[in-house]
């Protein structure tokens, strides 16, 4: 079974500049997390979907972030103008069932906005 | 404000050795607790977790302690292995069996010694 899988790894863009990240989650998992750990801090949520609708987005740092689920399979965040604060690791996750349920994390995407 | 706390940024353990790392949380809704282990440039795994109606959770070397008056949990894990050695995150469900969004610890770094 494959993972979670993101892409690009790693992204290095100017601030000002437009960055899309995409998150493939496991094949039927109707759960679907970003979340974003700056440099030594802790690992925050952003926001959850389930299947193609946004479940919780009150972790949305500011609305130069605009994620989505067409079709309840992939996922993309855009950044639209990149700061230099939304440098991090951004994390995406899926799991299946309420009770019980563990998250699945993908490699992270690494943006760096210089 | 963090919800989630994991006040040592680093512990050392000798091998074969038992390993605690521990957790805070100030929200009492919380009802769910996970630990998830991390190695550099990968994603954090699942390691365990307990329901806040336990207060013990075993799965071979891994042991989490919940003492949900204190508003603490801890990971004991023994005997400490080298591969053991990574960054582990503690992290909170609000009544949703943790399908909902985690609020995450900053982690601990668990750096064990031959």
């Known amino acids: 079974e494959a993972g979670v899988t993101q892409f690009p790894s790693h992204s290095v863009i100017e601030k000002g500049q437009t960055v899309t990240l995409r998150c493939d989650p496991i094949s039927g998992h109707d759960n679907l997390y970003w979340y974003r750990r700056v440099m030594g801090k802790e690992i925050k949520f952003l926001l959850h979907?389930?299947?193609?609708?946004?479940?919780?987005e009150s972790g949305m740092p500011n609305n130069r972030f605009l994620a989505e689920r067409t079709g309840g399979t992939y996922s993309t965040l855009k950044v639209q103008p990149a700061e230099l604060e939304d440098s991090g690791v951004y994390f995406c996750a899926s799991s299946q069932g309420r009770l019980g349920t563990r998250h699945f994390f993908g490699q992270g995407t690494r943006l760096t906005v210089v | 404000d963090q919800q989630v706390k994991q006040n040592s940024p680093s512990l050392s353990v000798q091998e074969g050795r038992i390993s605690i790392l521990n957790c805070d949380y100030t929200?009492?809704?919380?009802?769910?607790f996970l630990w998830y282990k991390k190695y550099p440039a990968e994603g954090p795994t699942f390691l365990i977790s307990?329901?806040?109606?336990?207060d013990k959770n075993e799965d071979g070397r891994f042991t989490v302690f919940l003492n949900k008056s204190a508003k603490h949990l801890s990971l004991h894990i023994v005997p400490s292995q080298p591969g053991d050695s990574a960054v582990y995150f503690c992290?909170?469900?609000?009544?949703?069996?943790?399908?909902?969004?985690?609020?995450f610890g900053k982690g601990t770094h668990l750096i064990i010694q031959p």
């Open positions: 979907f389930v299947k193609e609708s946004k479940q919780d």
């Open positions: 307990i329901s806040s109606i336990k």
């Open positions: 929200n009492s809704m919380f009802d769910y």
């Open positions: 992290a909170a469900s609000v009544a949703g069996g943790g399908a909902d969004g985690l609020t």
